[in-house]
């Protein structure tokens, strides 16, 4: 695993990004129908630094906030998943980003968004104004194509942590292709394949994929993204496939890929929310700690299924030696394991756990 030769890393990641206060409602149904909303906490790179931190690694989350009451909660709440929040940085003139959404699964029509982020705080930052040391003295930089699309200098800010340097991290970005965040005029697909393809370790779903640049298939998105060192294509229902570079590129050819597909687990679904970023957060868990391949990718399941498994984006991973103990499964056994409600809290002979 790379990491800076000038810098002493600090942290395990730093997660850089908008996170925003969510208002989730009380009962299902339109947003102009719900009657009242309860108050928490969304942000793709900050779900991942909350995951990882709860997960035992030392995780720092870059941010801007305004100088308001949603930003102090914003913070509180982030720090008291053990996230350190030293770097996150207030604004005076522009407010923290709010956001509104109903229960349902956000695939289907129904699923009803409302953001009031336009002129946020984050939509600030800039190359000039994020607190650099931070960002570098890391093992990993974990950024997302979500922070490209909020402003001009955001996108400013990403193409210059992805530059080539010699203090550089291993830099994890997640494609979190979102059509809606971005402008008239800006060409989002290429402005994502781009970075993509500037980064160490990618994550992509494979109908996102073929919806910003129009491939379709594991070895149609690898021909696209032909230079990060490990791309985990993230295909729903049918698992992840991992292309994992060997090797180097020669006069003889290109560099070669391991090529490791891993099943998804049956999962009692409570909402459909949060389960990208746990993925990432235990894929990364498991790089972290130089895991094989599979158990990178199953340690991402897991985490996923923590997720899915409670009503809301965040929630505590199972113990480590727990989930190491799943991750080790025989794939016979990993493909009959079964998760629901309280598997996380498991001792391995909870009724939620099954093998069917």
């Known amino acids: 695993m790379s990491g800076s030769a000038a810098r002493t890393a600090t942290a395990d990641v730093v997660c850089l990004g908008e996170s925003m206060v969510t208002f989730l409602p009380s009962q299902p149904g339109r947003l102009a129908d719900v009657p009242s909303f309860g108050r928490g906490i969304g942000g793709a790179e900050s779900n991942v630094a909350c995951a990882l931190a709860a997960a035992g690694h030392r995780s720092k989350w870059v941010g801007r906030v305004g100088a308001d009451g949603f930003g102090d909660h914003l913070v509180d709440a982030i720090a008291g998943y053990g996230v350190d929040t030293s770097a996150v940085r207030r604004d005076p003139d522009r407010p923290t980003g709010i956001y509104f959404r109903t229960s349902t699964d956000r695939a289907t029509d129904a699923h009803e968004v409302a953001y009031y982020r336009a002129g946020s705080a984050?939509?600030?930052?800039?190359?000039?104004?994020?607190?650099?040391?931070?960002?570098?003295?890391?093992?990993?930089?974990?950024?997302?194509?979500?922070?490209?699309?909020?402003?001009?200098?955001?996108?400013?800010?990403?193409?210059?942590?992805?530059?080539?340097?010699?203090?550089?991290?291993?830099?994890?970005?997640?494609?979190?292709?979102?059509?809606?965040?971005?402008?008239?005029?800006?060409?989002?697909?290429?402005?994502?394949?781009?970075?993509?393809?500037?980064?160490?370790?990618?994550?992509?779903?494979?109908?996102?994929?073929?919806?910003?640049?129009?491939?379709?298939?594991?070895?149609?998105?690898?021909?696209?993204?032909?230079?990060?060192?490990?791309?985990?294509?993230?295909?729903?229902?049918?698992?992840?496939?991992?292309?994992?570079?060997?090797?180097?590129?020669?006069?003889?050819?290109?560099?070669?890929?391991?090529?490791?597909?891993?099943?998804?687990?049956?999962?009692d679904v409570v909402a459909a929310v949060g389960a990208g970023d746990a993925f990432a957060a235990g894929f990364l868990s498991a790089t972290l700690r130089d895991l094989p391949v599979r158990d990178r990718a199953r340690h991402g399941h897991l985490m996923a299924a923590a997720v899915l498994t409670v009503p809301g984006d965040l929630t505590g991973p199972p113990p480590r030696a727990y989930a190491d103990r799943l991750a080790a499964l025989d794939d016979e056994a990993w493909g009959t394991l079964r998760l629901g409600p309280g598997w996380t809290v498991a001792d391995g002979a909870n009724e939620e756990v099954r093998v069917t």
């Open 122 to 267: 984050a939509s600030a930052m800039s190359p000039h104004n994020v607190p650099y040391d931070d960002l570098l003295a890391t093992r990993v930089l974990h950024l997302s194509g979500i922070t490209a699309a909020l402003s001009a200098d955001c996108l400013a800010l990403l193409h210059d942590l992805t530059a080539a340097r010699d203090d550089r991290p291993l830099v994890s970005f997640d494609v979190n292709h979102r059509p809606g965040l971005w402008r008239e005029g800006e060409t989002g697909p290429e402005v994502l394949l781009d970075l993509a393809r500037r980064s160490d370790l990618v994550f992509v779903g494979e109908d996102e994929a073929e919806e910003a640049w129009g491939v379709h298939g594991t070895e149609a998105i690898r021909a696209a993204l032909p230079e990060p060192d490990v791309l985990v294509v993230k295909r729903g229902s049918d698992g992840v496939t991992v292309f994992s570079r060997t090797g180097e590129a020669t006069a003889d050819g290109p560099a070669r890929d391991t090529v490791t597909t891993v099943p998804s687990l049956r999962v």
